[in-house]
């Protein structure tokens, strides 16, 4: 069973830029994440979808950060413009469904702004 | 949000057995408790679950008292494949929202 694929695994840019990361769930998972992970940090929840569908983005800083799984499936998170302080591992992760069920994680996206 | 917390380190040698807590005094009423194994430049990746009292499966146990205000992920005879840093993952009382702990970087030595 293929996993959940991310890409890219790494990005540089500069503070004021655009950047956005794509992540590919398991076959068949509803459920869809995204974390941020600051380094020494554990994960935090973004968002995260039920199908196409946002169930929580309480934690998402949505005057810079967006996010979408158009179809249920795939699933894009953008950041306009960027800060340093976003200098981060951005975690997308699935599961068959929302609520207890296992999280299979992707490697991540590693983001350093300059 | 209420903070899950963990200790920051732990050292062990192989084949010994390592218990590694934590605290969540502000768990959902109805939500299970998670443990995940991460390693460096990998995403986490499930090890156990449960809800109270004990699970156990094929790489650990998963200890919960009746008040479900902490657990304890139990690793037996470890080894050095199990240098990394452990999470716990619950869901938060008033907010229910899923709460990742502060992590625990476990390192075994030979």
């Known amino acids: 069973e293929a996993g959940v694929a991310q890409s890219p695994r790494y990005k540089i840019i500069e503070k004021r830029q655009s950047v956005a990361f794509w992540c590919n769930p398991i076959s068949g998972h509803a459920t869809l994440y995204w974390y941020q992970q600051i380094l020494g940090q554990g994960p935090k929840l973004l968002i995260q979808f039920q199908n196409n569908g946002v169930v929580d983005d309480s934690q998402l800083p949505k005057d810079r950060f967006s996010a979408e799984r158009l179809k249920g499936v795939d699933s894009t998170l953008k950041i306009q413009p960027a800060k340093l302080e976003d200098s981060a591992v951005y975690l997308c992760?699935?599961?068959?469904?929302?609520?207890?069920?296992?999280?299979?994680f992707g490697p991540g996206t590693r983001l350093t702004v300059l | 949000l209420a903070k899950t917390t963990q200790p920051i380190s732990m050292d062990s040698y192989e084949g010994q057995e390592v218990n590694i807590t934590c605290s969540h005094n502000n768990i959902a009423t109805n939500d299970y408790i998670t443990w995940y194994q991460q390693f460096p430049s990998q995403g986490p990746r499930f090890i156990i679950q449960?809800?109270?009292t004990k699970v156990t499966n094929e790489v650990a146990s998963l200890f919960i008292p009746a008040d479900r205000k902490s657990s304890t992920l139990s690793l037996p005879r470890v080894s050095l494949s199990d240098t990394a840093v452990y999470y716990c993952l619950v869901g938060d009382g008033n907010t229910d929202k899923l709460i990742f702990g502060t992590g625990t970087r476990l390192q075994v030595f030979p």
């Open positions: 449960g809800y109270k």
């Open positions: 992760a699935s599961s068959f469904s929302g609520g207890a069920l296992e999280q299979f």
